[in-house]
């Protein structure tokens, strides 16, 4: 009894095993689209892309903020001060005199910038509180209940101004550069989704090639047994199916560790085997160069940089030329009051103007300010003769793409019927091989050729694929729809 329930356990355990495999492993079809799909929400790249942008689109609402009415409160609650002070008398000399007091002050203000002129206007109004403590102490309360107040520098630059040209294109720049970097993950997708399917190609490859080494070699030990073939012959073909099951255990190897790459990218359970589909091109699609260029100079980031980089350095400049001399002008009317009882402070008000202008106009400086506009001048030249020399790269590396994808297509086309060609010959070989016809040297070269003409084939297919995604990162533009690539920033960022 006891010997049957072990033999019972026993057979059972690979079952279990293999039961347990099965509920750990799930084995399903992925097409590059439904990769390319994941990649965009599941992946850190695309995580990475967008808190860039989110960066970017905080930055730009600060910046919007700047030009808003701004309400503001500051206060002092309370202000206690028991020290002592110098004093000066009436016949000129000094004693120190104790200060026991608590004050209050609060002021309420609404400020605006005026980005056309680099002021800034603000309508405020504030209450102070002061009361002696100890025997006899006094209490008194000074209100502004309004007041208008002008803060305008003459001749410094205008950074307001500036701002209003700088931050619309550096956010336009950053929405630029967050669908360049969407289009730039799926050109990684497409990168370990064709590592994946060439290894899994290779895989089938070596168990093919391993199968047909098998039989070969043990139609090659009856051939032996009655002199068809020589012995030379014979052990050629049992290499043959020892470098079979050698190219099996490195193939599933390299299966695993694409596998695992491409999981991790895409953020899929460990769990889950991904069996990549074959993709098929793009049939019809040619590239102009003219066209492409257009596209890219329009709507790629590349040309927002460069629009960004010219007006900063420009604004540069116009620091440097305003710091050669400071005007700044502060005016202030309102009324004030002041009394022993809060609500006697705001009657019988009193005005309250001020008017200030500061000066600061250096009369010798041995050349330091305009020194550093001249210096400010050749950083900009730099940055200009920089951004030619990156414009005609740029157009360069736009010719040489639109180059290798239209090239590509053909060299698809090309590859795609020698490996028809080359399996078909295989074929043919190993049923000539089998009636003598042929030497274990043409076997193998049919052999080498049709790996080499699958691989090729699965190879030019990803150029392709990357080559066109690539154009797409560039220019922003859908060339299978004809439609521009757009994005709900709105939801994007609030999601």
């Not at 965009?40 to 689109?57: C, G, I």
């Not at 400020?111 to 100890?134: E, H, M, R, V």
Request: hydrophobic letters at 40%.
């Amino acid at each position: 009894m006891k010997k049957n329930i072990l033999l019972a356990a026993c057979f059972l355990m690979p079952l279990i095993a293999s039961a347990q495999n099965d509920t750990l492993t799930h084995e399903r079809d992925i097409t590059l689209a439904e990769a390319i799909a994941l990649a965009r929400t599941q992946s850190v790249d695309a995580a990475v892309a967008l808190n860039e942008l989110k960066t970017a689109y905080w930055e730009y609402r600060t910046f919007r903020a700047d030009l808003l009415p701004e309400v503001n409160f500051t206060g002092t609650l309370p202000n206690y001060n028991k020290s002592y002070s110098t004093y000066q008398n009436s016949d000129g000399s000094y004693s120190f005199v104790r200060n026991n007091t608590l004050g209050l002050s609060g002021a309420l203000s609404i400020d605006q910038n005026i980005w056309f002129t680099g002021g800034k206007l603000s309508l405020a109004s504030s209450l102070d509180y002061i009361k002696q403590l100890g025997s006899g102490g006094d209490k008194q309360f000074m209100s502004v209940p309004v007041s208008l107040e002008l803060t305008q520098p003459i001749f410094g630059v205008n950074s307001l101004k500036w701002n209003r040209r700088i931050e619309p294109v550096r956010y336009a720049e950053a929405k630029a550069s967050f669908i360049s970097a969407t289009e730039e993950v799926t050109m990684k997708t497409i990168t370990y989704f064709f590592e994946l399917l060439l290894a899994k190609e290779a895989l089938a490859t070596a168990q093919q090639n391993k199968a047909n080494s098998d039989r070969l070699y043990e139609v090659a030990i009856a051939k032996r047994k009655m002199g068809q073939i020589s012995e030379n012959d014979l052990l050629q073909l049992k290499l043959n199916s020892l470098q079979g099951k050698a190219d099996v255990t490195e193939a599933e190897s390299t299966l695993n560790a694409k596998m695992f790459q491409l999981r991790s990218f895409l953020g899929v359970s460990e769990s889950e085997g991904l069996n990549p589909v074959i993709p098929a091109s793009v049939s019809g699609i040619k590239m102009d160069y003219d066209r492409v260029l257009n596209k890219a100079l329009e709507r790629n980031s590349f040309a927002q940089n460069i629009r960004r980089r010219q007006l900063e350095a420009d604004y540069e400049v116009a620091t440097a030329r305003g710091n050669l001399r400071s005007i700044d002008l502060f005016a202030s009317v309102g009324y004030t009051g002041q009394n022993y009882e809060f609500s006697s402070a705001y009657q019988n008000l009193l005005d309250n103007q001020i008017v200030k202008v500061g000066v600061k106009i250096p009369i010798l400086d041995w050349g330091k300010r305009r020194g550093k506009v001249r210096v400010a001048k050749s950083n900009r030249e730099v940055v200009l003769s920089r951004i030619r020399q990156e414009q005609m790269d740029f157009n360069q590396d736009i010719f040489l793409l639109v180059a290798n994808f239209n090239n590509q297509a053909q060299q698809l086309e090309i590859a795609e019927e020698a490996d028809l060609i080359a399996e078909k010959r295989y074929k043919t070989s190993v049923e000539t091989f089998m009636i003598g016809k042929i030497s274990t040297l043409d076997l193998n070269d049919a052999q080498n050729s049709k790996d080499e003409a699958r691989q090729k084939h699965i190879s030019e297919l990803y150029y392709y694929w990357y080559y066109f995604y690539q154009l797409r990162s560039l220019t922003l533009w859908d060339f299978e729809r004809n439609a521009e690539l757009e994005a709900d920033f709105e939801d994007i960022i609030k999601g």
